[in-house]
């Protein structure tokens, strides 16, 4: 019996002419990178090692990314829980696949690093794009998704300084890194001084109450 062939992405609606023009474009990109006889479905266009912004539509304001994670955390916290993250242990894993081995070269003569993650195992039913009152606590002012750090944002972008313990390899070992194993690494940063803020930091209450427990549990 003939093997049945694999799906491929079709127009079927007008609209969405935009979503299978990058599909196409996606389907391209793979192929130069990995061979010009790869057979690509819908789902490997969606797992593809690819980064370019998509041709904005007519009324379109902004554009669609797809992006390729550089690597992954590597964590002794699996589930997703709130505070007490300074007693976890955690790495980034680089994929050598897609970055070369000496992209970490120089990093260990920095003490912190900014690592940007995507909080992927966030129920994408969960995310909030208005005001909320932050972790639910009515105690707390209702305040909007973008005046607080909740994972529940609508890129689900995490950003975090983290001391640098070691490099070995193309794994980098640091300290306060607050995502769970397994978690997609977008990039990793030096922290240095001149980008530190520069004058007084000035925060409401809410967030230093919300933030006690956050590193270390009382």
Not at 47 to 74: C, K, L, Q
Request: charged share 30%.
């Amino acid at each position: 019996m003939a093997a049945k062939p694999k799906p491929r992405l079709r127009l079927k609606d007008p609209k969405n002419a935009h979503v299978v023009k990058l599909a196409e474009q996606v389907r391209a990109e793979v192929r130069r990178r990995y061979g010009a006889g790869l057979t690509l479905t819908a789902r490997d266009v969606a797992r593809s090692r690819s980064f370019w912004y998509e041709a904005p539509r007519p009324g379109d304001t902004m554009n669609t990314i797809i992006m390729t994670p550089i690597g992954v955390v590597r964590s002794t916290r699996s589930t997703v829980t709130d505070d007490d993250w300074d007693r976890e242990e955690a790495r980034v894993e680089i994929d050598t696949a897609f970055l070369a081995k000496d992209a970490l070269l120089g990093l260990a003569e920095f003490s912190h690093v900014e690592v940007l993650f995507h909080m992927d195992r966030v129920d994408s039913a969960k995310i909030e794009t208005s005001a909320r009152h932050p972790r639910n606590n009515p105690d707390w002012p209702k305040v909007g998704i973008l005046a607080q750090r909740a994972k529940n944002r609508p890129n689900q972008i995490g950003s975090t300084i983290c001391r640098v313990r070691r490099l070995e390899g193309s794994c980098l070992f640091v300290e306060g890194l607050d995502a769970v194993d397994g978690t997609p690494v977008l990039d990793i940063k030096p922290w240095v001084r001149e980008f530190a803020p520069r004058g007084e930091v000035v925060q409401p209450a809410w967030i230093s109450e919300l933030m006690q427990g956050y590193w270390v549990r009382p």
